[in-house]
């Protein structure tokens, strides 16, 4: 009850950036804690999703800096290398904010394919981790690119769930 009163006394961008980070935090939950560890190379990336979608809903309050601090966050809870998570981000996120217009106004299929694309990249960079280099993951391994390309398809498919969620809150709850 005491949050209810603490947000009623907030003014709009406090309030704003709070729904905003409340995403964010439940997106980094449900990635770290709702799957299981068999589908662990398999599953979507939510707080990229979430990350994504903020960044091109409202580019003037999450970007760059977001995005890396994000990265960071996650690259602590996951124990990889400090700043991997983070380099990736950061660069999607640019990509997103660069091609902000033509990425916005595209319909929500269309945005699933980049978004493909996006994630596959982001998954091919990630067979670079120099900390299991003695685990045997190369980008020629046949099996790693399956599963490369079954997380791309997997986050294109969230996409337009996360996208049509988190546009119904940004419309009821964010001004």
Not at 25 to 35: E, K, N, P, Q, T
Not at 89 to 96: A, N
Not at 136 to 158: E, K, P, R
Request: net charge positive; hydrophobic share 60%.
């Amino acid at each position: 009850m005491k949050i209810f009163f603490f947000c009623i006394g907030m003014n709009n961008s406090k309030r704003n950036k709070l729904w905003i980070f409340l995403t964010l935090v439940i997106s980094i939950f449900i990635d770290l804690y709702m799957f299981p560890d068999a589908v662990l190379h398999l599953k979507p990336l939510i707080v990229l999703l979430v990350l994504i979608y903020w960044n091109m809903a409202l580019p003037d309050k999450v970007g760059v800096s977001e995005a890396l601090v994000v990265g960071l966050f996650l690259d602590i809870l996951t124990g990889s290398i400090l700043g991997l998570h983070a380099l990736l981000f950061v660069f999607i996120t640019y990509i997103c904010q660069r091609f902000f217009y033509q990425f916005r106004v595209a319909p929500v299929l269309q945005q699933s394919v980049i978004l493909f694309f996006l994630f596959f990249v982001f998954k091919i960079i990630l067979a670079f981790d120099f900390i299991n280099i003695s685990s045997g993951v190369s980008i020629s391994d046949i099996q790693y690119l399956f599963n490369s390309l079954t997380f791309a398809f997997l986050s294109s498919l969230m996409w337009p769930i996360i996208f049509f969620i988190l546009r119904e809150l940004r419309r009821k709850k964010i001004k």
